[in-house]
């Protein structure tokens, strides 16, 4: 059709009125065509200038993206694209795309629907040519909320898996409470019926009072231990989103930093500066830090009782498109023991631990999609490192230099 409309084109002055319409008719029918596909699109459409102004979208893309302004408004007008976009994130992307003159790129981002649900979007902008010249670009916006969903859910049904260990630990733990209940209570009943045989005479108040008190400090246990069974195998609720990691815990290192600086603990953050964003949820981030960093401050206090010497260190960077964050002590360390059934429930070296504490730690990275290793050395300290997927793609970005 471009071909034989450009042959029209140098031929016009020679073409009757008839041929003329009939030309048109003919444009106005592939053009309604072209407009049928980019509205049948399952993918966002933005076709813009140089300039970032709107020449032509498809329905579907005012759905997906939080716009100001109708974009029947902005059409045609000076008005760039990422002026009328109300998410500061893709507004942002969208204008250092243009001040930079990135030509082709993608990004990854979480925006929260009207109804408080998260949507995950991929925009991708590409060159758009004519003729061998640049003359705009086209940008692609795509939802991946189905599968990003559809990942959690497998991570969620692996987590699961561990569900006949968790089991199994909690048979052996509440063996023991009950075991003393019950050698308790036959205690207090053959007491009583000692008491029965002599003239109803009970035993001294302390007596039946001491087994009592056990009774009821091993319900007490018995409690807890259901209680942190319950939050074990409860699936761990994450709602996601692009969150900016190295942010996240400067702000935990400046809220713990000064318990550690009290008992004379040195603590710093080193961190990668890349501001790339990760899959995670802000709150339960928070959780493996404190629960991490906590179990350092115990194994520094353990090491230095009291006296300065002790370090905490937290570095990130990038590395093969992941994030990496190490966590890093000076403490006592742990033995090839402890090393080996750290993540394992029920296990602890404290007296009033409960052993799943690591456990929540691993899943939690898990569920982010994540992996954990631990590296220590008794007497000389423990590192951890976490390793969470970048979602952006790794396109490579042209410049206007390199084009």
Known sequence: ???????????AEKLSKEQLLSLLETMVEEN????????????GLLIINDDFQLLRYNTIVE????????????????VRVWECIDDEEIAAFLRKSMEKEITNCSEDFSIVTSGGSIRFLTITISPLV????????????????????????LHRMENLANLTNLAAG???????????????????????????????????????EDHIDVVNEEIDHLNKLVMDFLLAVRPVKAKLELKDPDKLVESLVDFFKPEFNKDGIEVDFTESGNGKRIMLDEKLFRD?????????????????????GGKL???????????LLKI????????????????????TTKANGTGLGMTMVYKIVKEFSGEITVDSKEGEGTAFILSFPIPQKDVKLLSSEER
């Open 313 to 323: 260190s937290l570095y990130s960077c990038e590395k093969d498109n992941k994030y």
């Open 1 to 11: 059709m471009r071909g034989y409309v450009k042959r029209v084109k140098q031929k």
């Open 328 to 347: 890093s002590d000076n403490g006592c360390g742990m033995s090839d023991e402890t090393l080996a059934k750290l993540f394992e429930p029920y296990y």
């Open 130 to 153: 004519s003729d061998g010249e640049l003359i705009g670009k086209v940008i692609l916006v795509r939802d991946i909320t189905e599968k990003r969903n559809q990942d959690v859910l």
């Open 32 to 43: 309604e065509s072209l407009y049928s596909v980019l509205e049948s699109l399952s993918t």
């Open 170 to 208: 909690m048979a052996h733990e509440i063996k023991n409470p009950l075991g003393a209940i019950s050698i308790h209570i036959q205690l207090i009943q053959k007491a009583l019926e000692k008491a029965r045989e002599n003239a109803d005479k009970l035993p001294a108040k302390k007596f039946v």
């Open 63 to 78: 759905s997906w993206l939080p716009f100001s302004a109708r974009l029947d408004d902005i059409q045609g007008t000076d």
């Open 288 to 308: 493996v830090i404190m629960n991490i960093s906590q179990n350092s401050l115990a194994a520094i206090k353990s090491k230095f009782e009291n006296k300065k």
